[in-house]
């Protein structure tokens, strides 16, 4: 039979690679053991890429990535890159495709697994049953924003500037992508700015305020300023069920988030373009956590947050819930188990390496499905 879903996987740099071979095994079990059929391309991305082309994504990479229906993504990155020119560093061909594709809502959920909660650095009972969503602009922002630059003043000294800016349009379709998901969630968004400083922070707040009176008044909306969000975030983070935010917001919001359930090493992310005609969305999926220069090759990187987005991928870009919930139920079994890699690692738990934690899943993904 045909395989009926492309993928394009992207390993990229340090832990990136062996976890998403560990992935690859789930992904082929998927293949092979259910009705969903992939064709799966793999490609080079970041430092990678930047070795082997002298560029952090090639344009061939790109094309192969608006052509397939999804995109899997490991990490990018290393000291090794950290004096390259900014066009060519690693971080750069993750920015290319979330801008190219125009993959402008940014999905990052916060969730604790009960097996884990005396992995988070809070009290458990402060993050017992946390279930957040972030929904993180992500093409738009201080990341793109122009002018920008370093010049040297008439006074001999440099200034570096950035520029943050958002369109009307920008803010109500990634406010939009969080009103939708609130819907099928607890029905709450938290709407994140700093507009107390910031002109377009006070745009931000009125338009978000606008696209709800319109369209969403049975969404409970609230605004925030980030600063309060994330300290809001580590004191009672289970207030929270879908918070929205600009690009730079959202990237250090999401990063707090991820650290309430325990380990970065667990959060996948998702990261949606808009539906075209047919209903189909271009889509990348990675995990949250980076590329982990200091552990890579050894083995021992958690495969989990990477597996978990595969599973987003399943039920974002191809509604096969049932699919996806197979994954993330293989996933909290085996912690249950006991099975940790050392970043969760708990007293009385045995500590796995990366394969041996693929292995445990498949095993338990064979039991599920038996
Ligand atoms: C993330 C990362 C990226 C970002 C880096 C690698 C450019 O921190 O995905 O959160 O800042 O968006
Ligand atoms: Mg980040």
């Known amino acids: ?46 430092g990678a890429a930047y070795d082997a082309h002298g560029t952090p994504i090639t344009d061939e990479t790109m094309e192969d990535a608006m052509a397939a229906d999804a995109v899997l993504f490991g990490s990018v990155g290393g000291p090794q890159y950290d004096d390259a020119p900014r066009d060519l560093r690693p971080e750069m061909g993750l920015l290319r495709l979330r801008k190219d594709l125009d993959l402008f809502a940014n999905l990052r959920p916060a969730l604790t697994f009960d097996a884990l909660l005396d992995a988070s650095s809070l009290k458990p009972e ?13 093409t738009g922002g201080v990341y793109f924003g122009t002018p920008r630059g370093i010049e040297t003043l008439e006074d001999g000294q440099r200034r570096g500037f950035d520029t943050q800016t958002y369109t009307e349009s920008e803010i109500r379709r990634v406010a939009g992508v969080a009103f939708d998901l609130a819907r099928q969630r607890r029905g709450k968004v938290t709407s994140v700015e700093k ?50 935010s600009d690009n730079l917001f959202g990237d250090i919001l999401s990063d707090c988030a991820a650290m309430l359930t325990g ?50 991928l399943l039920r974002y870009s191809f509604d096969l819930e049932e699919d996806a919930s197979l994954v993330e139920n293989a996933v909290q079994a085996v912690l249950k188990s006991g099975v940790r890699t050392s970043d969760i690692m708990a007293p009385g738990a045995a500590r796995v390496s990366t394969t041996v934690m693929g292995d445990s899943i498949v095993r338990e993904l064979d039991k599920q499905a038996a």
């Open 263 to 312: 380990s970065l090493g667990m959060l996948p992310s998702a990261t949606l373009g808009a539906p075209d005609e047919s209903g189909r969305r271009r889509a990348l999926y990675e995990p949250v956590h980076g590329s982990a220069p200091d552990i890579a090759g050894k083995d021992m990187a958690n495969p989990l947050a990477c597996l978990l987005s595969f599973a987003m």
């Open 126 to 138: 402060v993050v017992e049953g946390l279930d957040l969503m972030i929904v993180r602009e992500s």
């Open 195 to 244: 507009a107390n400083v910031m002109e377009s922070g006070v745009l931000w707040r009125q338009v978000v305020s606008e696209l709800h009176e319109e369209s969403y008044s049975d969404v409970d909306l609230g605004h925030m300023y980030a600063d309060n969000c994330a300290m809001q975030l580590v004191r009672e983070p289970t207030q929270f069920d879908v918070i929205v």
């Open 1 to 46: 039979m045909a395989a009926n879903k492309s993928l394009l996987i992207l390993p990229g740099d340090g832990i990136g690679p062996e976890v998403m071979v560990q992935v690859r095994r789930v992904v082929d079990w998927f293949d092979q053991r259910r009705e969903v059929t992939f064709e799966v391309k793999e490609g080079l991305v970041g």
